[in-house]
């Protein structure tokens, strides 16, 4: 019993070497770092420069040429949200002066959409509530809360999934404040309000890791 074990731990061992993974549109590196903890072969990519640390692991390039750097087993992106979600309304919606971006921005989404899934079997889109099933041709996102995740607080997020199943809650905790929509106006709040929770981080790479390496004993 113990030595099938043992072989099942290095065989997994073998396969997570083998697996390709790239974080698109990341730059503090937060799900590549859980990947690379469990031994994958995990890349960020920005055009940014990283502010996670381990440069070595991060592509700094157009998203559209680090997807075509090499094959990928699993891509991940954070496409840019200002003017896709729907807290943006008054200055992105219909009618107003930045219209034209929204749609730029949804027309931009999409390509990079279909681009990763013409190219890789498994691939997630996150991005917050917005406009991209009403404006562009997606799949029905599956929607997380970080209370779901150990954070008691609500900022509802989107994930567009194709090849993988959705993620299940892995910490259910008390608390529904919408403290991220309370920051004080800085140069790098979307930085912070698009930054990744280290809980949902963790259950991304876990969830997923485990459904890439079903998928290949």
């Not at 074990?5 to 997994?12: A, H, I, P, T």
């Not at 996150?126 to 607080?153: A, H, R, S, T």
Request: include cysteine.
């Amino acid at each position: 019993m113990k030595k099938t074990f043992v072989l099942y731990q290095k065989k997994r061992a073998a396969i997570m070497k083998k697996l390709k993974i790239l974080i698109g549109c990341e730059e503090r590196k937060a799900i590549t770092k859980e990947f690379r903890n469990l031994g994958f072969e995990a890349f960020s990519n920005d055009i940014q420069s990283c502010s996670g640390g381990c440069p070595e692991w991060h592509l700094q390039m157009d998203v559209f040429n680090a997807i075509d750097l090499q094959k990928w087993d699993l891509i991940i992106l954070h496409p840019p949200c200002t003017a896709i979600a729907v807290s943006g309304n008054r200055w992105y919606g219909v009618g107003q002066p930045r219209h034209q971006e929204r749609i730029g921005a949804v027309e931009w989404t999409q390509k990079l959409w279909d681009k990763a899934t013409s190219v890789c079997e498994r691939v997630a889109l996150e991005n917050p509530v917005g406009v991209l099933n009403k404006m562009g041709n997606f799949p029905k996102p599956n929607y997380i809360q970080p209370w779901q995740f150990g954070y008691g607080e609500t900022k509802k997020t989107g994930f567009w999934l194709y090849g993988l199943e959705p993620l299940k809650p892995t910490n259910i905790v008390e608390g529904r404040e919408q403290k991220v929509w309370k920051m004080p106006p800085s140069e790098d709040r979307w930085k912070l309000r698009s930054k990744t929770y280290p809980g949902i981080a963790k259950a991304i790479a876990n969830q997923w890791s485990n459904f890439l390496i079903n998928q290949k004993t």
